[in-house]
């Protein structure tokens, strides 16, 4: 019962990018054939919003809900997580989904969303495999 509080806002983000269109394929599609702002705007907003909190969150040091300190380790950037991103962004610009959205997507009817859902997961388990063997 203590995790319902998560299940809610989960349900109203899911709510919040249905009526923004951002799961929207058609707007995912737009954004990648660059015939639109829409999807830039969004991801932009969500940006600022983003180096705002991580800065606040770096000044203020504050603690999560258990009182466990908060920490921000960086990550370097390296070739695999380049070729990562592009197969990510691929992904993303085939299907007309990112993973978070899949979820609601499924929710709002789109069931050969299923399809892309268990693909991700396929993926995420040959990655499991292959992970010693891959540029990290």
Known sequence: MKHTIYLILGVFFGFILTKTEVISWFRIQEMFRFQSFHMYGVIGSALVVGIISIQLIKRFHPSTFEGEAINLDGKPLTFGSAIGGTIFGLGWALTGACPGPIFAL????NLIFLLVLL?????TWIYGLLKEKLPH
């Not at 693909?119 to 993926?123: K, R």
């Open 106 to 109: 499924i929710g709002d009817g």
């Open 119 to 123: 693909s991700a997961i396929l993926g």
